[in-house]
Structures are given as structure tokens and as C-alpha cells.
């Protein structure tokens, strides 16, 4: 039997809350809550963070006005397993989803239900990604998605996934007939979310609106030409994790990289004017994050899944100025992906119900302590693509404060002290030295993993059991790829 709540039930208990928050909002203003998505947008490649070569002048501004998790973590550093832990609350092992492109079947209320019931009016533009491929080979990535698996949005203008930004299709509403962007897909999707917004400034509800936008995540190459002529040819400063042979290639990578991100502050720009315009700025909660980062050839690697820093670290800025107000303030405590929803439920006033597994953190923005350091539970069930081109294992590890830790299926593997190596180029695992602080987080893992019921089981076993051994992405090919310092060969998969 399903240990997890019955959906039902938990739909029929949220309509009995929805009169609660319309009662509290004859005295107070229920707050509007727009959260943006960027896809594969690293915390680290962000000027407030320190990287020179960003040019975001409006991010940077609502850095200088927002609540910032500086350690906010993807756990399962892939898309789809984190947009499922954004809308469920749950860890990928809890609602399914862990690894591309299995289908979501959520039995509790998820985001867009869970707002609805509270009298919300909901919308959802971009990029959806969960309504998953059983085919295992992709084959809904461009389908129509149903009502029943938008789970509770109710404005619709999405795909499932594409990453054709300038001949981007979406459906809208119940019209199973595909539609195209016109131009690069962030401005207009852009253009469409700050009508969405305008439109409900003018009525009693508040909204939740998401806008999942496609970049900075590759093609790389494929920002408007203004955009890229920024970065072409420009001297580009690289981390120092980054391999000598490979810097070249890399600063040509980081060139496109940077033009989306430079094009998507101007998507920054016209939402807050919008918000300004309407006059709900100041009782709107914005949230810019990504999914996951993207190695960029640190650590001589590509894109995500994988447990260093580059990978799982992703921005996170909360600007709410009626309860937060607009100074700047940074908090070190993790947040991990499952601890969105109920943070924003819990910023919105909204009861956080028992099947969300995630931390409420909305007293941290307030003036609340953390309950310690914890550590955010870094989790890859299956490796797949680029997890299994560089013939990594699954792992299971902590980000905390301080430090990393990983144990692969097939034992310890990585250990750093982020403080004194920033770039993680020191494995500390076996080293004398640090035998008391391997003993130490290998039991707050265990700790951490028995409290999320998570077996630690061989990646085969989580495939047979979800029936997707016949997934492309499970099947890649296999390779390995020594550590560019030298020091975490022996764990590599064989």
C-alpha cells in the first residue's frame, strides 16, 4: 500500500482552507507570488557573486533588494527531477521523478493546486517538463499536455521541453493546436506573463504565476545577435577548477552563456517595471532561481548531475517588500529544491501541508534562526547521459555550510572543505587528517537518509521498480573521466 496521503482527500481539505486566507485578506493584502525559472543558470555566474564577466544590471539591482539563500542547492541536479520536487515539495525517491522525463502522478495536492484552493489565480508559462516520455525516447517532449497534468494551473502557455528559443512551440489552454513564440521565447514569454500580471492587478485575488524560461541552458550559440556581439572575442575569467587544456573551449562556452543571461535581464526589467506599473510591487513575492547549474568544464566536466558546487548551487533571491523589506540580506542556511514550495507558502500565509517533505524557511527571511546545520541531501538514484559518459556512480552526499560530502554506491568519494578550497580541487577523503570529519558526516548522511526513507540501493533496482530500463537516457554510454587533480579515480564507475 502507498504510504504517501490520498490526492483526493488532500484536495477536498485544501478547499476547506481556501475561505481562510479570503478571510485574513479583508484585513490584509494576500500577496501576489511570480516566481521565475531560469533553466541550468549557476549560483556562481551571477556579478553579485563575484563574476566579473556578467553583465545582469537588473538582477543585480533586485539582488541589492532581496532576501538571498547563498547556499541554495538542486539536490538532483537534472530538470525534471527538480521541477517535480518544486511542485510536489518531495524528494525525487518520494514522488518518482529522479531521473529525465518520467511522467509525474502526484497523489496530494501540488503547487498550482494548493494556491488555487487558497483563492489564487494561477498561470504557468515555459517550460513544464514533467509530464514525462514513457516512451523513453523523448516522444513527449513536443506533445500537448492534458488539463489533468497541469495539476492546478489554470492560465497555460507551455511545452513540455524544447530548447528552440527562437522557434519555440507552446500550447495555450485547452487548444491542442501548437503555437510558436514569436522571436526569441523569453521576451515574448516575458511580454505574456507581464500581461497575465497586469490583467489580475485589476481584480480581488492574488496571482501565482511561474515563468520557466529555456535559457542560459545550450545551445549556447543561440541568444539574439545584439546579445552574443557582447561577448564575442571578450577576454573571459575563468574558475580556477577549470583544466589548462581545456580553458579555451571553456571561455568560448561561458561567451554564450553570459549572452543569454545578459538577453534575460532584460526579461528582469520589464517585470519589475510591470509590477511598478501596476502597483502590486510591493506585495508581490518574486523569486528568481534556476533548476540546477552547469560545470562548464570545471572540474574538466559538462552540464549537471554531478555533486560539485558548479552543478548543484543555483541563485535564489526572494523580494517580497510589504513583510521583507527592500535592503539586501544574505542567509548561509541550505535550502534545498523540495523546500521551495512550502517556503513560499509559508511567506504567503498559507498552511504547509504534512505530505511536503521540504523545510518551510520563510522565518529565515524574517529573523529566524536555522535548526542547525543540517546540510542539503545531494541525491542521483540513477546516473544517466552525462553522469554515465564520465562513468560516475549514484551517490548520495550533504552540502552543508562548510563542507561536501559523497559516498558513492561504492563507498566514500568525495570530501571538501569548501571554506579553505573554494574550488574543490583537494579530495579529503582517506586523508589522515580528516578522518573525524569523514566518521562525522558519514553519520549525519546515514542520519539524513534514514529520515527520508531513502534505501541507498544499486541504480538497477530504482529502474527495475519504475519500469524504465528502456529509457535512452538510462542506456548511454558508459565511459570514465580521471579527475583533472588526480584524486577521485579509484571511485569512478567501471
Not at 507551455?158 to 523569453?186: F, I, Q, V
Request: glycine residues 8%; proline residues 8%; contains cysteine.
Amino acid at each position: 500500500m502507498d504510504p504517501r496521503p490520498n490526492r483526493r482527500q488532500f484536495l477536498g481539505a485544501a478547499a476547506s482552507l481556501a475561505a481562510a486566507p479570503a478571510l485574513v485578506g479583508q484585513a490584509v493584502k494576500r500577496p501576489n507570488v511570480l516566481l521565475i525559472i531560469a533553466d541550468e543558470w549557476r549560483a556562481q555566474a551571477t556579478r553579485y557573486n563575484g563574476d566579473t564577466n556578467v553583465r545582469t544590471p537588473v538582477l543585480d539591482r533586485l539582488a541589492a533588494q532581496s532576501a538571498s539563500f547563498d547556499l541554495a542547492i538542486s539536490g538532483c541536479p537534472v530538470c525534471c527531477p527538480f521541477r517535480a520536487s518544486l511542485v510536489t515539495g518531495q524528494y525525487p525517491l518520494t514522488n518518482g521523478v529522479f531521473i529525465n522525463d518520467v511522467e509525474l502522478k502526484p497523489n496530494a495536492p501540488t503547487m498550482g493546486e494548493l494556491f488555487t484552493k487558497a483563492g489564487y489565480k494561477t498561470g504557468f508559462i515555459g517550460k513544464w517538463h514533467i509530464y514525462g516520455s514513457p516512451d523513453g525516447n523523448y516522444g513527449r517532449r513536443l506533445s500537448y499536455i492534458p488539463p489533468d497534468h497541469r495539476f492546478g494551473f489554470d492560465y497555460w502557455k507551455a511545452c513540455e521541453c524544447t530548447h528552440e528559443y527562437n522557434k519555440s512551440l507552446y500550447y495555450e489552454g485547452n487548444d491542442p493546436t501548437p503555437k510558436y513564440w514569436p522571436g526569441y521565447d523569453a521576451f515574448a514569454q516575458t511580454d505574456d506573463a507581464c500581461s497575465f500580471m497586469e490583467r489580475s492587478s485589476k481584480g480581488a485575488d492574488p496571482f501565482c504565476m511561474v515563468l520557466s524560461l529555456g535559457p542560459p541552458h545550450f545551445p549556447l550559440p543561440t541568444a539574439p545577435p545584439e546579445f552574443r556581439a557582447m561577448y564575442k572575442d571578450a577576454e573571459i575569467a575563468l574558475r580556477d577548477n577549470v583544466p589548462q587544456n581545456m580553458r579555451a573551449e571553456s571561455a568560448e562556452m561561458h561567451r554564450g552563456y553570459y549572452a543569454h543571461m545578459a538577453a534575460l535581464d532584460l526579461c528582469f526589467d520589464k517585470i519589475l517595471k510591470t509590477l511598478d506599473k501596476a502597483g502590486i510591487a510591493e506585495d508581490t513575492i518574486l523569486v528568481f532561481t534556476s533548476d540546477h547549474g552547469d560545470m562548464m568544464l570545471s572540474q574538466g566536466l559538462t552540464t549537471k548531475l554531478h555533486p560539485w558546487d558548479e552543478s548543484i548551487r543555483v541563485p535564489f533571491l526572494v523580494r517580497y517588500p510589504r513583510k521583507l523589506g527592500v535592503k539586501a540580506r544574505h542567509i548561509r542556511s541550505p535550502l534545498n529544491s523540495p523546500d521551495i514550495l512550502p517556503t513560499l507558502l509559508g511567506l504567503a500565509g498559507l498552511p504547509v501541508p504534512g505530505h511536503i517533505q521540504g523545510t518551510n524557511h520563510a522565518g529565515l527571511m524574517t529573523g529566524g534562526t536555522s535548526d542547525g546545520d543540517t546540510g542539503a541531501l545531494l541525491t542521483l538514484a540513477v546516473p544517466i547521459t552525462e553522469a554515465r559518459k564520465y562513468g560516475f556512480a549514484e551517490y548520495r552526499g550533504l552540502r552543508t555550510q562548510r563542507h561536501t560530502y559523497v559516498r558513492s554506491i561504492k563507498g566514500p568519494w568525495l570530501l571538501y572543505d569548501n571554506q579553505s578550497d573554494p574550488f574543490q580541487m583537494h579530495n579529503l577523503i582517506g586523508k589522515p587528517d580528516a578522518k573525524a570529519l569523514q566518521a562525522r558526516l558519514d553519520r549525519q548522511l546515514d542520519t539524513e537518509l534514514k529520515r527520508h526513507k531513502d534505501e541507498f540501493l544499486p541504480a538497477a533496482e530504482y529502474v527495475k521498480r519504475a519500469g524504465v530500463g528502456h529509457y535512452r537516457e538510462v542506456n548511454s554510454q558508459v565511459g570514465k573521466h580521471p579527475s583533472p587533480w588526480g584524486d577521485w579515480d579509484s571511485t569512478l564507475s567501471s
